[in-house]
């Protein structure tokens, strides 16, 4: 369930400028990445929080997707 504070005009933009950063990073292109971060950051403070909170479930999906396909 998203808080109000997750529905916010504000939130979903810092959110998808977050999401590009990742994909920036994940290309080679970590000022791009860090630019982007920033510009998130100034539209919500809070979202490298919510950021690593879903780097560190999907961290978990993974490493559970690894070892049910070495079994």
């Not at 933009?13 to 971060?37: C, F, S, T, V, W």
Request: hydrophobic content about 30%; charged content about 50%; overall charge negative.
């Amino acid at each position: 369930m998203a808080t109000r504070h997750e529905q916010t005009p504000e939130h979903k933009k810092a959110h998808e400028i977050a999401e590009e950063a990742l994909d920036r990073a994940a290309e080679g292109d970590p000022r791009k990445a860090r630019e982007l971060i920033e510009e998130a950051k100034r539209l919500d403070p809070k979202i490298g929080e919510e950021m690593s909170r879903e780097a560190a479930e999907e961290q978990k999906q993974a490493d559970r997707y690894v070892d049910k396909s070495d079994k």
